[in-house]
């Protein structure tokens, strides 16, 4: 039999040595008070253990370190400071005499070097001039196959030795102030250079040398009611590389010499530039 604490009355003797089969004990420490004070343990009591509670130590939640804030201030913020302004350099008036100096130099060698290198049969045509007559072109032709297919006698030899760069031939109207009505050929020739153009304008101008036919002479379309060019009003000039050769003829009477047809000539032959430069 056991005391009220579990523990046998007679432990000694024969019967205290021998191990008894005995169950653990199972005690329920839920009435058990956190702060009753134990017992200290006494001789009876060693050999039963001893059970204390100690409370489990929490560990403090982990907290993250502090960032320090950076420091504020009420103080505005300096303003920047002011661009620097460009120290611009007066230019003085021999600065500016040795500008216009080397313009003028530039400008001439530029000059130089174009009249050097520009090409021979770049010529300024003269100015167009007010004419006295007001001229009607009727036909106008190129002459692609060369100037001595279309000449005679020793003007086409001329043209054998020495072929023309460019011909052109046209036939104008006009009317005279007293009604008269007059058939102008106008015949423009563009040799090399000046030398053979000299040349040609003397030998036109010589007779019996033969000539340039016209287009009525080479009876074109639309020739056949027009008179005939028989050189009763000839006239030729040269213009630098050109030469132009220029005849008229009256509509309606016999074309003997008469000053008003040669005027008419004349006056015909300042269509030569602006004829030979006429888009094609």
């Known amino acids: 039999m056991s005391d009220r604490q579990g523990v046998p009355e007679d432990v000694t003797g024969a019967d205290g040595n021998t191990q008894r089969d005995t169950a653990p004990l199972r005690r329920d420490n839920a009435y058990i008070r956190q702060d009753r004070q134990v017992a200290a343990p006494t001789p009876e009591h060693a050999t039963r253990p001893v ?10 939640p982990h907290q993250a370190p502090q960032q320090p804030y950076p ?3 009420r103080q505005p913020a300096p303003p920047p400071p002011p661009p620097r302004q460009q120290q611009t350099r007066r230019v003085t008036p021999m600065g500016w005499a040795l500008r216009g100096l080397v313009l003028l130099l530039i400008a001439v060698v530029s000059g130089l070097i174009w009249s050097a290198i520009k090409p021979d049969d770049e010529v300024a045509a003269p100015p167009p001039l007010k004419l006295r007559y007001d001229f009607t072109l009727v036909r106008k032709e190129e002459a692609f ?24 031939r046209a036939l104008y109207t006009t009317t005279l102030p007293d009604g008269r009505r007059v058939l102008t050929s106008v015949i423009t020739v563009l040799m090399p250079t000046p030398q053979f153009a000299t040349q ?38 040269r213009q630098d590389r050109l030469v132009v050769i220029g005849d008229s003829a009256f509509y309606s009477k016999s074309s003997k010499k008469d000053p008003a047809l040669s005027d008419v000539t004349n006056e015909a032959l300042k269509l030569g530039w602006p004829q030979d430069q006429a888009p094609k």
Do not use: W
């Open 51 to 60: 059970i204390t509670h100690s409370p489990t130590p929490q560990q403090a």
């Open 71 to 73: 420091g504020t201030s």
């Open 145 to 168: 196959q060369g100037c001595k297919g279309v000449s005679t006698d020793s003007i086409q030899n001329f043209f054998s030795k020495q072929e023309c760069d460019h011909l052109t």
């Open 200 to 237: 040609l304008n003397e030998l036109t101008t010589k007779d019996g040398t033969g000539n340039i036919r016209d287009l009525v002479d080479d009876e074109r379309d639309g020739t056949s009611d027009m008179p005939d060019l028989d050189d009763a009003a000839y006239a030729s000039g």
